[in-house]
């Protein structure tokens, strides 16, 4: 029991460090792209910046609304965070680094991923506020209907694959990484994940100019910020599995290199590959009316998805080529 506990704090407590320093390069990044400093006044260029927000957020007074569900208000923002960290347990850093392997990684992702819409729907419902209500219920919308273009995705790469264990997909990419073979649905895959995780140029559940700050408008001090952990955490997340299904996983793009260097640089690598592209969307990009985010899943990325889906299966059907 010590043993698994002191694993999972191996594993979380880099993760928030990471997510922490993945806001101060986010706010560097969009400084850097619009011609201004960002962050320089707390420690040198601005390092220790994460930390003293943290504990500002930490300090300050949690505002409850007087009309509010209290205790649903109170629950939402923890079950946000928590179903974030989660997934990471499933995550191979490695060849030989991960809290637990199971074979069925891939339907326990889709699960938890699902789970994440509790926490926002229960927010917006609880924060008796039309705007929040308004928010969460555009977020739920948002990430329901890409969902399922994600999950017939992953079931063209189980279907070539032939198993849900996430480190036997990073092994069968040992010579070929899965983006060569399965371009098109790797650009649906990152641009659904950019769609799941509310961000830029689909983060319409957090529109200011219409919802004033989307499903967590009414939250203040640690509620906002276990939020905000939680949307981070599950960038990083996607991040690391459109490393995973596309890019290889651990194994770096020179096979006999894989001895040389641990498998564990080479994922942090790509991870960081991503989380710099999910920046610069942010900055590069308008955002999308929700008219044209609907249009994009429904017309073009399910139907899409379910032809190559189909495709795949006629010609290791028909070619006698499936892997079971």
Known sequence: MILIFFKILIIIVPLLISVAYFTLTERKILGAIQRRRGPNVIGVFGLLQPLADGFKLFVKEAIIPSSSNK????????ITFVVSLISWSIIPYSKYSTLSEINL???????MSSLGIYGIIMSGWSSNSKYAFLGSLRSTAQM???????GFIITTIILCVGS??????IEQQKYQWFVITFFPLFLMFFVS???????????LPEAEA?????????YSAMSFALFSLGEYTNMLLMSSFTTILFFGGWQSPITFINSIIPGAFWFSLKICFFVILFVWLRAA???YRYDQLMNLGWKSFLPLSIAILTLNFSVLTTFNLLPY
């Open 105 to 111: 990684g891939i339907l326990f992702f889709l699960a």
């Open 164 to 169: 849900f264990n996430l480190q036997y997909i």
């Open 144 to 150: 329901i209907s890409y969902e399922v273009a994600i």
């Open 193 to 203: 994940g950019l769609a799941e995780t509310n961000r830029h140029p689909f983060d």
């Open 285 to 287: 990009l308008p955002r």
């Open 71 to 78: 205790i649903v208000f109170i629950l939402s923002p923890m």
């Open 210 to 218: 219409e919802l004033v700050s989307g499903y967590n408008v009414e």
